[in-house]
């Protein structure tokens, strides 16, 4: 193998490795686009990839096939021009190296060229991402009033989705039973959430009164469970956890929802300690249980945007743009847990589909 032709597939192999660290890339025509994915990489002829997905310019989805060149001239020399197999590609892509400028011959398509480092931690994006300098150009007092607004609308859809929870008959009223059920996936959360919903609704169902339900793991799900670091990371800590829990909220003839209720009438500090259980759930699994259940269900807005921020590795380019150009106390921006969520909110409906022409911290530059 030449040394060309290793450096071609050094190419490849970066493309299909890729992590995106900017979605952007700049077309021989002057437009943009973002790609999604990167597609399958075709070891026999053909392009290089095969269905590789891309915004365009005017936020359209498309999907086609991608060829990779070190220089624009290799199409000409590989033979592609006259290949049926390359009809109608969706790009043509070419790293741009010293004296390799873009051809200008008419059987050679526009190349789209990759920014100068496409994979490495240092990687320079092919232009700015709009929230790159929005504290800059809108200042910190906007842009904390939008994520304010965003993580409203998040804390909102929370409410809405746990009241519509439904269980079939058990102990208790609906409320009840709606309580118990937030409270197990909250504790299964991230990613045994579904798994423990469904444990404890069955344990709901089969039970007579509070003390006989038994919230248990089957022992053909117990594969499913994956395992995460403290009690609440195995299926035995999980149902501890909830058996403990639900004796301190139905003792005295209280019931879930009543206890949920005094949990929100109280200051955070406070329901942080009447959650937890010495060795098995700390004070970071108790805040995620008041966010994500108790705070939710009983529309507890007030506590909920007071409880103290947490760091999520998905939104830390995110935060960073957003903190890259605070310089000076005056600009800066205070995170706390709204503003947390409301990464996360952006991070799951906006940056992962690279949407940035409708997310609303981009508008805020528009004004």
């Known amino acids: 193998m030449t040394e060309a032709e290793r450096s071609e597939a050094d190419l490849q192999r970066r493309w299909a490795e890729s992590r995106w660290p900017t979605p952007f890339l700049s077309t021989g025509d002057g437009q943009r686009v973002r790609v999604i994915a990167p597609g399958r990489w075709n070891h026999g002829p053909g392009p290089d990839f095969l269905g590789t997905q891309i915004l365009d310019g005017e936020g359209r989805a498309r999907r086609g096939n991608v060829e990779l060149h070190l220089d624009p001239r290799a199409w000409l020399q590989h033979g592609h021009d006259g290949d049926a197999a390359y009809d109608g590609l969706l790009l043509h892509v070419v790293e741009r190296r010293p004296g390799h400028a873009r051809a200008g011959d008419p059987r050679i398509p526009a190349a789209t060229g990759l920014p100068s480092a496409l994979d490495g931690p240092a990687a320079r994006p092919a232009c700015r991402l709009p929230c790159e300098d929005i504290v800059e150009r809108a200042g910190a007092a906007a842009v904390d009033a939008q994520l ?165 590795r998905r939104t830390d380019e995110l935060r960073a743009r957003l903190s890259s150009d605070v310089r000076t106390s005056d600009r800066a921006l205070h995170w706390r847990h709204p503003q947390s969520q409301a990464l996360l909110e952006l991070e799951r409906v906006r940056c992962r589909q690279w949407a940035c022409r409708i997310c609303p911290l981009a508008a805020l530059a528009a004004h």
Do not use: M
């Open 148 to 312: 304010l607004q965003i993580a409203r609308r998040r804390f909102e859809r929370k409410v809405r989705e746990l009241q519509s929870i439904a269980s079939a008959d058990g102990p208790g009223g609906q409320g009840d039973r709606r309580c118990l059920i937030a409270a197990a996936r909250a504790l299964g959360q991230p990613h045994n959430a579904e798994l423990s919903e469904r444990a404890i609704r069955r344990a709901i169902a089969a039970a007579v009164d509070w003390n006989t339900i038994e919230p248990a793991i089957d022992a053909d799900e117990r594969s499913e469970w994956r395992r995460g670091r403290g009690a609440v990371g195995t299926p035995r800590g999980w149902e501890h956890i909830l058996r403990t829990l639900l004796r301190r909220w139905t003792e005295d003839a209280s019931t879930p929802s009543v206890a949920f209720a005094r949990l929100a009438s109280v200051e955070v500090g406070r329901a942080v300690v009447a959650l937890r259980i010495s060795g098995q759930l700390g004070r970071g699994r108790a805040l995620q249980l008041l966010a994500d259940a108790v705070y939710p269900l009983t529309h507890a807005w007030t506590q909920w945007i007071e409880l103290p921020a947490a760091r999520y």
